[in-house]
């Protein structure tokens, strides 16, 4: 007869068992996608944000600047920072505005690509399982939209962040506009997770690049500003980690904000349709790299060793340029 091990040894056993098995689903919170990189070694794309009004308020040129653009970058794929059907986001899987904001608008060759899309705070105003259904994967192939996710491209990891969660006044001033809270209740225990997972992958990253993608601004000197929930919360674990670049939307504009006491650079890409607000307040010019109040989007080239940045307007000017370099050490 086989000898088993002691009540003791089988509780920790046990335990150690639940504890490796929490830890693997903590981290599958976070789902990983697999982008290859072009043959070169680079990756390219662009990013545009709110921007979903049916082709309106300039939403049409900029797609068609976006299409142009894209074409010359040879681009991999697309980042939505949010907002993506306005007024109140999806009504259902059926709603036609998911035709007529997106699959009718982006119609360029060079935008037949995957579209990595986060929730701004408009999409949380209608069904917000809708977008992430992969219904709309059926509808159109493009669509990718989760809560919080990973794209993984070897030299390059992006980390997208649901960031509406973490606004109080969505749950305390609601201001006559309903959301859809589903999956997000309890909410600390949703955001408690969120930051730890997205903490444990941040630290567990070995791209030489790492990119946060949100919609809510961290730094911004747009209509809507800082956001002072991500800067406690979420800015320090960026901060930690070493993390490189912080894109958003929400504010509609392009931005680039640049500290000196921080590695982060802050970038707005939110001026996919109606922007023009015509408030800006930043308190230290030095810091404000760029602003446009103004539609356009950004395009971004990435190798190794560096990491190239391009704001554009709607007839396709580029507004400004960025770029940073990493050194290539060699291993033994």
């Known amino acids: 007869m086989a000898a088993f091990p002691n009540k003791p040894v089988l509780l920790c056993l046990t335990f150690t068992a639940i504890l490796i098995l929490c830890s693997v689903l903590s981290i599958a919170e976070l789902q990983q996608l697999e982008q290859e990189l072009k043959a070169d070694g680079s990756l390219s794309f662009l990013v545009v944000g709110d921007w979903g009004r049916r082709g309106g308020y300039n939403q049409s040129e900029v797609a068609d600047q976006m299409g142009i653009i894209g074409e010359k970058m040879d681009i991999d794929f697309v980042i939505s920072t949010g907002d993506n059907f306005y007024d109140d986001g999806l009504k259902d899987v059926d709603d036609p505005a998911f035709d007529d904001s997106f699959t009718k608008i982006y119609t360029a060759p060079s935008l037949q690509k995957q579209w990595y899309n986060v929730l701004g705070n408009h999409d949380y105003r209608g069904d917000v399982l809708a977008q992430l259904s992969p219904i709309l994967r059926k509808v159109d192939s493009r669509w990718v939209c989760l809560r919080s996710f990973i794209v993984s491209a070897e030299i390059v ?3 997208f962040v649901d960031t509406t969660p973490f606004v109080d006044k969505y749950f305390t001033e609601p201001k006559g506009d309903v959301y859809d809270w589903r999956g997000i209740l309890p909410r600390k225990h949703y955001l408690s997770n969120l930051l730890k997972d997205l903490d444990l992958a941040l630290k567990e990253s070995t791209a030489k690049w790492k990119i ?3 919609h809510h601004t961290i730094r ?3 209509h809507h500003g800082i956001t002072d929930e991500l800067v406690v919360q979420l800015l320090p674990i960026l901060e930690e980690n070493n993390v490189d670049l912080y894109i958003n939307g929400h504010d509609h504009c392009l931005e680039h904000i640049s500290s000196p006491h921080s590695r982060i ?3 707005t890409s939110g001026g996919g349709s109606k922007a023009w607000r ?3 307040d930043w308190s230290n010019p030095e810091e404000m790299k760029f602003y446009y109040d103004g539609q356009g989007f950004m395009s971004a080239q990435i190798t190794e060793t560096r990491v190239e940045i391009a704001f554009y307007d709607i ?3 580029v507004l400004h340029t960025w770029a940073t370099s990493k050194q290539l050490y060699a291993t033994v």
């Open 157 to 159: 990891e992006f980390f």
């Open 212 to 214: 946060v993608v949100g």
């Open 220 to 222: 911004s000197a747009g």
């Open 265 to 267: 650079q802050f970038l």
């Open 278 to 280: 015509g408030d800006v």
């Open 315 to 317: 007839f396709g000017n």
